[in-house]
């Protein structure tokens, strides 16, 4: 026997040994996945692609250029190439030509098919959506949609939600739609708004959650579109004014609306106009059971708006007032005042609808209920302590009254501040109710006393203030999640106030320092990292504190 033979042999014996052991152990079958092997695959044929390697798909676009590919590859990703494919017409030329699509976007989109990858940019996104949905990559078109849905903003609202609609992207559409109906006071400051269909401007106003504070808006805006163009528009007036809800417009505001040329010379809108003051006679001479139908509705809102309720300091009497601050509106109406000046208080609010003044010259602590249809400040337990310019935060339900001035200055501050010798700070400590503790966190950049603290999408933001030397319109932002201070965009001016956060915005009221800047606010975006500056209705005298409490019942409407 040879040795090859014996070889043989024993190799057979030790599998017949193998499959007996195995057998005893009662070994189960296991299932193996390589989850590299789709990925590895599809690398293989990207390099065969880029080498032109066994391509089969040859695409010529308006540019002149050709894009390759292989045809099984593109069935297997798309319905667009598998219908092209299963063509014997198009299955059979040498070269297919691809109409209205640019090169680099059919190549981006080749890629995609070979990589799963897509990069997405402000400079392709308006080409890549058509193309993606034209051949039918459903994952490129969902991203372009998710990238097109951050940018959203009150300039691109419109057109970006006229590229929805026509490429069938319902999310996209319904997210757009949505920005413009909350953002439409800014919306129709622009271009885009005046570009409008009629059918989509009279879409728009019938929507019962267009975000509104007074339907003037509403009236205002159609006008404007109108008056754009109004040798082809008047003719639309009396379908658009139908959306128009005359009957909720204050009275002062119908009486100028009687007096609009457009409407004077339209019998349509004659009537609606007739119909709004007739409603109003009746409500000011009877009882009467208010109308059911969509004019007389009151906008919904779609969710509890929010206002800035003011402290105001003033040189006549009284010396101590209060207003409610729309600012989507730069409305403001009287509050419920209180008896005495209380600027060194600290201000603060729970649940959005109890608002506390605290301390201030007195161990005093008052509360007002914003939710009431009457509201009016009234006196809670006093503090154990007498305090000014103390700070106060809030945890839970739980009231913390920190630091403060009571002939000597008290211990222990959160945000910058003075010490004993009056000198400004630039600590920082934080407090740990569970612990009963203060811990000391990383320093600003800046010494601050009576610097504004505002929390903006859960980042601290210091604000203005006093550094010992000057006052400052420097500010800068904490991040708990790096424990780091870093600078942002100053403000036009050197402030001590106060500063409120609403709406994804800052708003910084009156001022300290410039007597000028009493009636104005300054607002800063954090997307942008830029601040704007408003002129507010009227001045009664300087802002000293503010904070945002939902929409009184009482506040005009």
């Excluded at 060194?344 to 609010?349: E, G, M, R, S, T």
């Excluded at 800047?517 to 009664?540: A, G, K, Q």
């Amino acid at each position: 026997m040879s040795v090859k033979e014996m070889d043989t042999i024993q190799a057979s014996s030790s599998e017949n040994n193998l499959k007996e052991v195995l057998k005893s152990n009662d070994c189960e079958p296991t299932h193996f996945r390589n989850n590299s092997h789709s990925v590895r695959i599809l690398e293989d044929l990207q390099s065969l692609r880029k080498n032109e390697v066994l391509c089969d798909a040859r695409f010529k676009t308006d540019d002149g250029k050709i894009v390759i590919g292989h045809k099984n590859v593109l069935i297997a990703a798309s319905p667009y190439f598998r219908a092209m494919f299963n063509n014997f017409d198009e299955s059979n030329k040498d070269i297919i030509h691809i109409r209205e699509l640019d090169s680099t976007i059919l190549q981006l989109l080749i890629d995609y098919v070979y990589t799963g990858e897509i990069m997405v940019t402000q400079e392709n996104v308006q080409v890549l959506l058509p193309a993606s949905h034209v051949l039918q990559l459903d994952f490129v078109n969902r991203a372009c949609a998710e990238f097109l849905q951050k940018q959203l903003d009150v300039l691109n609202c419109i057109a970006i939600k006229k590229l929805a609609d026509l490429h069938n992207c319902t999310e996209l559409m319904s997210s757009s739609e949505a920005y413009i109906k909350q953002n439409i006071l800014e919306v129709i400051k622009g271009d885009d708004f005046l570009s409008l269909s009629c059918e989509d401007l009279g879409n728009l106003i019938s929507c019962n959650d267009l975000a509104v504070p007074f339907e003037e808006k509403v009236f205002d805006c159609v006008i404007k579109w109108v008056r754009h163009d109004l040798d082809q528009r008047k003719n639309v007036l009396p379908q658009l004014m139908e959306h128009v809800r005359l009957p909720l417009l204050r009275p002062d505001i119908l009486d100028n609306v009687v007096e609009e040329p457009l409407l004077n010379n339209c019998p349509k809108c004659r009537d609606y106009v007739f119909e709004a003051m007739l409603f109003h006679l009746k409500k000011s001479v009877q009882q009467f059971t208010m109308p059911k139908t969509i004019s007389y509705t009151p906008r919904q809102f779609g969710g509890s708006q929010k206002v800035i309720l003011m402290f105001i300091r003033s040189d006549t009497f009284p010396k101590c007032c209060t207003e409610w601050y729309d600012p989507v509106t730069n409305l403001r109406e009287n509050a419920p005042g209180i008896n005495e000046c209380r600027q060194p208080a600290a201000l603060f609010v729970i649940r959005d609808k109890f608002v506390f003044s605290v301390g201030g010259k007195s161990k005093s602590v008052f509360m007002l209920d914003v939710s009431l249809k009457s509201p009016s400040w009234v006196p809670m337990a006093n503090m154990l302590v007498s305090r000014d310019w103390l700070g106060v935060g809030v945890l839970g339900d739980s009231i913390y009254a920190v630091g403060g001035y009571n002939c000597n200055t008290l211990d222990s501050v959160e945000v910058g501040g003075s010490n004993r010798s009056e000198a400004s700070l630039k600590s920082v400590e934080y407090y740990d109710p569970t612990l009963e503790a203060w811990t000391p966190v990383a320093e600003m950049s800046v010494c601050r006393r009576g610097a504004g603290v505002g929390v903006l999408n859960g980042l601290m933001y210091a604000v203005g203030g006093h550094s010992g030397h000057k006052y400052l319109k420097s500010v800068e932002v904490y991040r708990s999640s790096d424990g780091v201070w870093s600078s942002v965009a100053d403000m036009e001016t050197r402030r001590m106030n106060p500063v409120v956060a609403l709406n994804g915005l800052l708003y910084v009221m009156g001022g300290k320092y410039y007597k000028s800047m009493e009636d104005t606010v300054e607002i800063y975006n954090p997307n942008t990292n830029t601040w704007t500056m408003e002129r507010l209705s009227r001045n009664r005298g300087r802002i000293y504190s503010g904070v945002v409490v939902d929409r009184p019942p009482n506040f005009i409407n």
